[in-house]
């Protein structure tokens, strides 16, 4: 799956991503994307991490635009998908 727009998710989260404090670590998440495209329960697998810093990855990842779902059979589906972003 991909946004229905043009946009990159690591260029999205650099450009969006505004931490309380500096956070250099790589950053775990994982969200669903709904058969209509929404995105739902971002996840941050950071143990670290403090929690504004999480609160602001989950804002920057629900900000992006509908992503096409997945197929399978030609069916519509909801796909789990995992992602690695540098801040």
Not at 34 to 53: H, I, S, Y
Not at 65 to 79: H, Q, S
Request: zero cysteines; a positive charge; glycine letters at 6%.
């Amino acid at each position: 799956p991909v946004p229905e727009k043009n946009v990159s998710l690591a260029d999205h989260f650099k450009k969006n991503f505004k931490p309380a404090e500096k956070y250099a670590e790589p950053i775990q998440v994982s969200f669903m994307i709904e058969k209509g495209g929404v995105l739902r329960d971002v996840k941050v697998f950071n143990k670290n991490m403090p929690e504004a810093t999480k609160t602001e990855v989950i804002r920057v990842i629900k900000m992006l635009p509908r992503w096409k779902p997945g197929t399978k059979g030609g069916n519509t589906v909801r796909v789990l998908y995992t992602a690695t972003l540098n801040s």
